[in-house]
């Protein structure tokens, strides 16, 4: 694998390489320039090696994805998805990942990786030519900051990742733990603790019995037949009123 790449500070202070992304959306090719995407804006970027890969798919998408309330709570705008693969491909992977939080770039011709100075040959994977993994942060198209990987061989994830990018946002910030909560259409009891996180800026997943689940599940996983169910952390809270008595702590 060749890998000769730029530094942060070679990055720091630059504007973004001005492309255009060949997009589609529904039947339609639709052109997005980079300044659609960056100009009179705060935008947190992450690039990858390519989409449906192990890390990329089982941990650095999914959590700028949860994370995203957190982000925009903090004036980001937007947070963009971008690899050296083609708009079919990354579509697929959205939809696969269901990752409606995050705007997915396909840069297929390289030509944004290349201008950042991130594009690298993993040839030895049968890959190509693909984008070194980084993150970065851009304001109004300027650059203010880069989380760029360790040049190490294979493909190290130590910097790039959504909590050290909301930890530079707010070095106050604490490392927000994954929640999931079991509902069901119509329950108010759901809507109370949905609400309660909501107010807060917490992502959550919601398993909705009857789509996601059944109360076969429920009850396995909880030892409970009644809704909602709300788990922060790997730790079992309990309903609304437990998740409401939790947070009054």
């Given at each position: 694998?060749?890998?000769n790449?730029?530094?942060e500070?070679?990055?720091v202070g630059?504007?973004?390489?001005?492309?255009?992304f060949?997009?589609?959306?529904?039947d339609?090719?639709?052109d997005v320039?980079?300044?659609?995407l960056f100009?009179g804006?705060?935008?947190?970027?992450?690039s990858?090696?390519?989409?449906?890969?192990?890390?990329?798919?089982s941990?650095?998408l999914?959590?700028?994805?949860?994370l995203q309330p957190?982000?925009?709570?903090l004036?980001?705008?937007?947070?963009?998805?971008v690899?050296?693969?083609?708009?079919?491909?990354m579509?697929?992977?959205?939809?696969?990942q269901?990752?409606?939080?995050?705007?997915?770039?396909?840069?297929g011709?390289?030509e944004?990786t290349?201008?950042?100075?991130?594009l690298v040959?993993k040839?030895d994977?049968?890959?190509g030519k693909?984008?070194?993994r980084?993150s970065?942060?851009?304001?109004d198209g300027v650059?203010e900051?880069m989380?760029?990987?360790p040049?190490?061989p294979?493909?190290?994830?130590?910097?790039?990742?959504?909590?050290?990018?909301l930890?530079?946002?707010d070095p106050?910030?604490k490392v927000?733990?994954?929640?999931a909560?079991?509902t069901?259409p119509?329950?108010?009891y759901c809507?109370k603790a949905k609400?309660?996180l909501?107010?807060?800026?917490i992502?959550?997943e919601e398993?909705?019995?009857g789509k996601?689940a059944t109360t076969v599940?429920l009850r396995?996983v909880t030892?409970?037949t009644s809704v909602?169910?709300?788990?922060?952390g790997?730790?079992h809270?309990?309903?609304?009123d437990?998740?409401e008595?939790y947070?009054?702590?």
């Amino acid at each position: 694998m060749s890998v000769n790449i730029k530094t942060e500070q070679e990055l720091v202070g630059q504007n973004v390489p001005s492309v255009v992304f060949h997009t589609r959306q529904g039947d339609a090719w639709v052109d997005v320039s980079t300044d659609e995407l960056f100009k009179g804006k705060t935008v947190a970027v992450f690039s990858l090696p390519g989409a449906f890969t192990p890390t990329c798919s089982s941990t650095h998408l999914p959590r700028y994805n949860e994370l995203q309330p957190a982000f925009k709570k903090l004036g980001v705008d937007d947070i963009l998805c971008v690899s050296v693969n083609d708009t079919f491909v990354m579509n697929a992977w959205k939809d696969d990942q269901k990752a409606d939080k995050i705007t997915f770039i396909p840069d297929g011709n390289g030509e944004f990786t290349a201008g950042m100075g991130q594009l690298v040959e993993k040839e030895d994977l049968g890959f190509g030519k693909r984008s070194w993994r980084y993150s970065m942060l851009v304001k109004d198209g300027v650059v203010e900051k880069m989380f760029i990987e360790p040049n190490e061989p294979g493909d190290p994830f130590k910097v790039s990742d959504a909590d050290t990018m909301l930890k530079y946002l707010d070095p106050s910030a604490k490392v927000q733990e994954s929640v999931a909560l079991f509902t069901k259409p119509g329950c108010p009891y759901c809507a109370k603790a949905k609400q309660l996180l909501i107010d807060r800026g917490i992502a959550y997943e919601e398993i909705i019995l009857g789509k996601d689940a059944t109360t076969v599940s429920l009850r396995a996983v909880t030892g409970r037949t009644s809704v909602p169910q709300v788990y922060i952390g790997g730790k079992h809270i309990g309903g609304s009123d437990d998740l409401e008595a939790y947070f009054a702590k």
